[in-house]
C-alpha cells in the first residue's frame, strides 16, 4: 500500500458502528490495520460487531456510547486513552432520520410533533459536536487527530418530506468547517476537521420509500436517479475510500471540506 493513504496503527474511534454506514467503515478500517473502537447504543449490534471485527485478529474495542451523553462519552476517552495511549480518528456516523421526522406525502409540516423534531435534530446536531467536543478536546492536546462528519445532499438544496434531518445535516456541515477553522488556528494544523455528503444509498432507514415492495423503484427513487447522472444508487462500500483518504497523510493539507459522494447528484441540475 501506498504509505501517504495509510491508516494502519491508527486509533480510530466510530460511533454509530452496530448500523450498515458504521460496520461498514469499521471492517474497512480493520482490513487497513487501523486499531477500531466501536461505539454504539445497541447492545445485540455492538457485540455482533466486535465479533465481526476482531474474528480475523483486528484490534477492535467496543462500547455501549450515547453520542448525546457527554459524560458517557468522557469515560469512554478515558477507557481508549488507558488502553491505547491516543486517539487519532474520530468518524461521527451516528445519526441519520427517524420515522417521525419523515413528513407522509399528504402529511402537513405544521401538524408535525415537536419532539419528532426535537429527536432527529438533535441526533443528528449534537450527535456529531459532542463526541467532538470530548474525542476532539484530546486531539487538541496530541495536536494532532483527524475528525470526519457525516453531511448530507440535504444539506446542499431542498429535498422533501425530511424537514429535521435537512436542517441538523446543514448545521453539521456549517459545524465542520466551524471546527476545523478553531482546531488549526488554536492547536496547530496537526488536527484536521472534513466531512463527507453520502449521495443516494439503499439502506434500512429508508428502504421503504426507495423501493417498493415488489422491488420495484418509488417515484421517489425515480426522482433520485433523474437527477444523478451515473444513474445509480450507490454502493455502500463506496464511501470507504473517501473516508479512509480524509484521514490519511494524503489529505494534511485539506481540512474544512465537505466532500460529496454521489455520483454527480450534487453538481447536475436535471437539465
Known amino acids: 500500500?501506498?504509505?501517504?493513504?495509510?491508516?494502519?496503527?491508527?486509533?480510530?474511534?466510530?460511533?454509530g458502528a452496530g448500523g450498515v454506514l458504521g460496520g461498514n467503515i469499521a471492517n474497512h478500517f480493520i482490513a487497513q490495520g487501523a486499531k477500531v473502537v466501536a461505539l454504539d447504543?445497541?447492545?445485540?449490534?455492538?457485540?455482533?460487531r466486535i465479533q465481526e471485527l476482531t474474528a480475523n485478529g483486528g484490534e477492535a474495542l467496543g462500547f455501549i456510547g450515547n453520542v448525546l451523553d457527554v459524560e458517557n462519552l468522557k469515560e469512554i476517552a478515558s477507557q481508549i486513552v488507558e488502553k491505547w495511549g491516543r486517539i487519532d480518528i474520530l468518524l461521527n456516523i451516528a445519526g441519520g432520520n427517524t420515522p417521525g421526522g419523515t413528513l407522509a406525502p399528504d402529511a402537513d409540516f405544521f401538524d408535525m410533533p415537536v419532539s419528532e423534531w426535537e429527536k432527529v435534530t438533535s441526533l443528528n446536531m449534537?450527535?456529531?459536536?459532542?463526541?467532538?467536543?470530548?474525542f476532539g478536546k484530546i486531539m487538541?492536546?496530541?495536536?494532532?487527530?483527524?475528525?470526519?462528519?457525516?453531511s448530507s445532499m440535504a444539506a446542499y438544496s431542498a429535498i422533501t418530506r425530511v424537514p429535521g434531518y435537512s436542517?441538523?445535516?446543514?448545521?453539521?456541515?456549517?459545524?465542520?468547517?466551524?471546527?476545523?477553522?478553531?482546531?488549526a488556528l488554536k492547536y496547530g494544523e496537526g488536527v484536521r476537521v472534513n466531512a463527507i455528503a453520502p449521495g443516494f444509498f439503499i439502506g434500512d432507514q429508508n428502504r421503504?420509500?426507495?423501493?417498493?415492495?415488489?422491488?420495484?423503484?418509488?417515484?421517489?427513487?425515480?426522482?433520485?436517479?433523474?437527477?444523478?447522472?451515473?444513474k445509480r444508487f450507490g454502493n455502500i462500500s463506496e464511501l470507504n475510500g473517501t473516508?479512509?483518504?480524509?484521514?490519511?497523510?494524503?489529505?494534511?493539507?485539506?481540512?474544512?471540506?465537505?466532500?460529496p459522494v454521489d455520483g454527480g447528484f450534487s453538481s447536475f441540475s436535471g437539465v
Open 41 to 48: 447504543i445497541r447492545q445485540e449490534q455492538l457485540d455482533a
Open 243 to 259: 473516508v479512509q483518504f480524509l484521514c490519511s497523510e494524503a489529505a494534511s493539507f485539506i481540512t474544512g471540506i465537505v466532500l
Open 126 to 134: 449534537n450527535g456529531t459536536v459532542y463526541p467532538s467536543m470530548v
Open 1 to 15: 500500500m501506498n504509505e501517504q493513504f495509510s491508516i494502519a496503527g491508527k486509533v480510530a474511534v466510530i460511533t
Open 140 to 150: 487538541a492536546q496530541q495536536k494532532s487527530g483527524c475528525i470526519v462528519n457525516v
Open 208 to 230: 421503504s420509500v426507495l423501493i417498493n415492495p415488489d422491488g420495484s423503484l418509488t417515484e421517489r427513487s425515480q426522482k433520485v436517479l433523474a437527477k444523478t447522472p451515473m
Open 167 to 183: 436542517a441538523a445535516k446543514t448545521a453539521v456541515s456549517n459545524f465542520t468547517q466551524w471546527l476545523a477553522s478553531e482546531m
